[in-house]
């Protein structure tokens, strides 16, 4: 079994998927904080969440990061 196993992927590669996975744990927060404030009554809390403002720009940086990680793995394949 090999133990030293080098992670050559490039700074692209790497970078893209550290974005989707702080996006990813930034819609968890989003969750989380949506229930709490409905268990606790912060309804303003809530309103400012389910804006059509705030998932506009939720998806259009969902788009933006999955088509960098798409960039991202067709580069990577190409190599």
């Known amino acids: 079994m090999k133990k030293n196993l080098d992670n ?3 700074f692209m ?4 998927f550290k974005c989707l996975k702080y996006f990813l744990l930034a819609l968890f927060g989003f969750a989380n904080t949506y229930v709490i404030s409905n268990v606790f009554g ?3 809390i809530v309103q400012m969440l389910v804006s059509p403002i705030v998932w506009e720009w939720l998806f259009r940086i969902a788009i933006f990061i999955f088509c960098f990680c798409a960039v991202a793995i067709i580069f990577e394949s190409s190599r």
Do not use: P
């Open 13 to 16: 590669s790497q970078f893209a």
């Open 8 to 10: 050559d992927y490039n």
């Open 42 to 44: 912060a309804s303003i």
